[in-house]
Nanobody, 124 residues
Framework: QVQLVESGGGLVQAGGSLRLSCAASGRTSSWSTMGWFRQAPGKEREFVAGLNWSGGRTDNGASVQGRFTISRDKASNTVYLQMNSLKPEDTAVYYC?????????????????WGQGTQVTVSS
């Protein structure tokens, strides 16, 4: 089992920044990929960014390209999402996810474990 706990969400004005953290515990040696997704009310879960845990290769969703950066700290089993130039349309619950196998995927169905989510609200 893998447990994921997100933190760092909150309320920020448009143009501001936030950094989300996802602390992983449990079978931390068993996953291949970590990802961030978000879900706004009435919308489907959307891929934000993903990272290959061993090699560090990353992928970003089109809507956050150039503004958000995913990174990891292997020593603490933590993955981060640095969010800059935030927009009101970035408002959503942000989820951390882990996949046991495969390359970085943009599809929620390819992830095996999920955190509880953290709310990000961007005011205009």
């Amino acid at each position: 089992q893998v447990q994921l706990v997100e933190s760092g969400g909150g309320l920020v004005q448009a143009g501001g920044s936030l950094r989300l953290s996802c602390a992983a515990s449990g079978r931390t040696s068993s996953w291949s990929t970590m990802g961030w997704f978000r879900q706004a009310p009435g919308k489907e879960r959307e891929f934000v960014a993903g990272l290959n845990w061993s090699g560090g290769r990353t992928d970003n969703g089109a809507s956050v390209q150039g503004r958000f950066t995913i990174s990891r700290d292997k020593a603490s089993n933590t993955v981060y999402l640095q969010m800059n130039s935030l927009k009101p349309e970035d408002t959503a619950v942000y989820y951390c996810a882990a996949a046991l196998a495969g390359v970085v995927s943009r599809w929620p169905k390819d992830y095996d474990y999920w955190g509880q989510g953290t709310q990000v609200t961007v005011s205009s």
